[in-house]
């Protein structure tokens, strides 16, 4: 896995920076590369689009996904990297502002490894960032890659 980078994909840029801003507050210094739509992040992903020719032995530690995606939206991106073996043990997080019961259940459904509503309050938000990168950045052990396969 390498650094352990996170994947935040989130099209809405103030909900980036709150994000970003949050996770500088709790020191977390890991490097995130941003993706703006679904399609930025399976190109990122799967090295494909501007991300062609990247290491695909260096894959985020986490993946912070919003549903509400333009061009490939939330629960697709997590189909696609549930169906393909490089991907598919990689940590996702739906972060998104949903409150439907049906996007919970879908969410899981297809393979999230865990759901957070944004609070709307900053704090909040950031003790759920901090939460969320403990645990998933420093206690969670994923499987190794080797040649390209887990």
């Given at each position: 896995m390498g650094s352990k980078t996170i994947l935040l994909v989130e099209d809405n840029p103030d909900d980036v920076d709150l994000t970003l801003r949050a996770l500088k507050k709790n020191n977390i210094k890991n490097e995130i590369v941003v993706a703006s739509d679904g399609v930025e992040a399976l190109d990122y992903l799967f090295g494909t689009g501007k991300y062609s020719g990247r290491d695909l032995m260096m894959m985020p530690t986490i993946i912070l996904?919003?549903?509400?995606?333009?061009?490939?939206?939330?629960?697709?991106?997590?189909?696609?990297?549930?169906?393909?073996?490089?991907?598919?043990?990689?940590?996702?997080?739906?972060?998104?502002?949903?409150?439907?019961?049906q996007d919970i259940?879908?969410?899981?459904?297809?393979?999230?490894?865990?759901?957070?509503?944004?609070?709307?309050?900053?704090?909040?938000?950031?003790?759920?960032?901090?939460?969320?990168?403990?645990?998933?950045?420093?206690?969670?052990?994923?499987?190794?890659?080797?040649?390209?396969?887990l």
């Open positions: 996904l919003d549903l509400k995606l333009p061009k490939i939206d939330g629960l697709e991106v997590l189909r696609r990297l549930r169906a393909n073996k490089l991907t598919k043990f990689l940590p996702v997080v739906i972060l998104t502002s949903s409150r439907e019961e259940i879908n969410s899981y459904s297809v393979g999230v490894n865990s759901y957070v509503r944004k609070p709307v309050d900053f704090n909040q938000f950031a003790e759920a960032v901090s939460q969320l990168g403990l645990y998933w950045l420093l206690l969670n052990e994923l499987p190794p890659i080797k040649n390209g396969e």
